[in-house]
């Protein structure tokens, strides 16, 4: 390598603008250099990340903000081993923005990341604003939507290994319509080319048109329409008056689908809060056909609703209030309300969501949050998950075999007695029980000393907030 004003002086270093990066080596080969890589990195400067056993996961974030702030959104990333990250975005992103975002990491335990409120999305516009992780190791990655202590929800992220090209869509209905009451969904690309049919359901009490304007084009319940997305490309479909919850997604390869609503409140007594609700959604080939439905910590109410494909048979029953009901449900929707546990098993694969509506303790501030149900044959044997520390109380709700309640342990540790809020059987025969347990902030591990398969969800509350979500990543 030459420098100087005629480029008649030789560099004898031509490593020293340290030209490799993720730790690699420079090593010089006559007027040029070669990178020797660390593990896990390759390319001619070491830009190249391609861990042995890779997994990858995509992040977009919805429209949580009624009006724009600077408030970031939360990546909780945990894992049990040394794991080597690497986040990206699209080259097309705004470049101070991109800067803030992309970087590769190293940890062994626990991680916080933060992304910046300019990635929150618009409607019904492709925009390049989703986030890939990428890592060595399994990890479990828990996304907090928008950190402004007033409104927010919480998701864990589904890896790429589990996304498909098919998908339904849930929402909840609100208990009033402004133009701050959205329900919608969002879509996140991670390949080029990828084509996307929609066909929407349109549900509303109030509104008898049922019909939606996406870019000038109005469009009516079981009406398709196409797009098409790269990389990295999200694109969001939301509406103040409709419920789309039976809303099919079919694309031409594997794709990310959240969803969920802005601005909902609770239908209970006492004082309503604004709040976002927000959920990854499982492709269809994700669905079970066994699911225990628990409460929330003070028993309020929660609105269920079923999603199915096809004329589906499902059964209900209630250990608690003790009655048994059947139920054939057409394709789509069903909507159901429930204060206590429920056992319900069906003859077809289908999906569940809670929006759960509760608040801190001795607080008439009613705040509300958005779970996916997790099904029995999806239980794991173990958890690892960060508490967060924004929120006055915190709870994970376990979710095993009877027999197996005494070996369940949190870091390891046997449960104290006082850390149990509430214990119940939750199926028939009392083959299940479920405990609601109160946990610190920080990172806590919950497994069994037999490796039983068992539940996990975790919620929160805060005075004027609430987050929750159920299931996290295997750990070998």
Known sequence: MW???????????????????????????????????????????????????????????????????????????????????????????????????DQTAQFDSELKIKLPAELHGDFFQKEAKAVRIKSTEPISVALFDNNDGISDDSSMIIPKSKLSTSYM??????????????????????????????????????????????????????DTFEISMNNFETFQVGSNN??????TIESSKPVAVFSGSRCNTSVDSGSPVCSQNMEQLPSTNEWDQKFILTPDIDKKHILGQICSEGDTKIETYS?????????????????????KDFYITSNKPIMIAKL?????????????YMTIVQGVDQYIRLYRLIVPDQYVENFVTITIKTSFVQDIRINGQILDPQMIRHQYYASPNSEYTYLIVQVLP????????????????????SSSDAYGFEGSAIFP
């Open 169 to 222: 869509v849930v929402t909840t209905e609100t208990t009033f319509t402004t133009k701050d009451t959205i329900r919608g969904f969002g879509i996140a690309a991670l390949d080029e080319d990828t084509r996307i049919n929609i066909t929407l359901r349109l549900y509303s009490r109030r509104d008898t048109t049922r019909t939606i304007n996406i870019n000038g084009t109005i469009y009516g319940d079981y």
């Open 3 to 101: 420098t100087g004003e005629f480029c008649d002086k030789k560099v004898k270093d031509v490593c020293h603008s340290n030209p490799c990066q993720n730790g690699g080596t420079c090593v010089e080969k006559g007027f040029w250099y070669t990178c020797k890589c660390q593990e896990n990195f390759s390319g001619e400067r070491c830009t190249e990340f391609s861990g042995s056993s890779m997994e990858e996961y995509i992040v977009m974030i919805m429209w949580n903000r009624i009006s724009k702030d600077s408030k970031p959104s939360l990546l909780y990333l945990t894992t049990n081993t040394s794991t080597t990250i690497q986040i990206t975005t699209s080259d097309d992103l705004d470049p101070v923005i991109k800067s803030q975002i």
């Open 356 to 368: 759960i509506q509760a608040d801190i303790t001795n607080s008439s501030i009613r705040n509300t």
């Open 242 to 247: 409709l419920d789309l919850t039976g809303t």
């Open 442 to 461: 920080g990172l806590i591990e919950v497994t069994t000393t037999s490796s039983e398969p068992f539940g996990l969800s975790m919620n929160g509350y």
């Open 319 to 339: 250990p608690t209030l003790g009655f048994n009901r059947s139920i054939l449900l057409p394709e789509g929707r069903y909507t159901f309300a429930m204060q």
